[in-house]
């Protein structure tokens, strides 16, 4: 999935369909998220960090000028 613009440094911040290739998306459904971007939680029992893809579009993107601003007004 290449939405973002080839003419523009987007450093890695990038909109991705979390759900692309599983049952969810078989049936339609799009979960668009960063595809840098997570929020890292760390279990100690585990020894593991979890990270959780923030949703599209994220700070950085919006910052960076990569998604429109009435799309990140949303
Ligand atoms: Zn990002």
């Known amino acids: 999935?290449?939405?973002?613009?080839?003419?523009?440094?987007?450093f890695g911040h990038e909109p991705i369909d979390e759900y692309?290739?599983?049952?969810?998306?078989?049936?339609?459904?799009?979960?668009?998220?960063c595809a840098r971007c997570a929020w890292w939680t760390r279990w100690p029992d585990v020894g593991l960090y979890i990270g959780v893809h923030v949703p599209w579009p994220c700070t950085s993107a919006i910052v960076l000028g990569l998604?429109?601003?009435?799309e990140a007004a949303q």
Not at 1 to 9: D, G, I, K
Not at 20 to 33: C, L, M, Q, R
Not at 67 to 70: D, G, I
């Open 67 to 70: 998604v429109p601003r009435e």
């Open 20 to 33: 692309e290739g599983t049952p969810e998306g078989d049936k339609g459904a799009t979960h668009i998220v």
């Open 1 to 10: 999935m290449s939405t973002a613009p080839l003419t523009r440094e987007t």
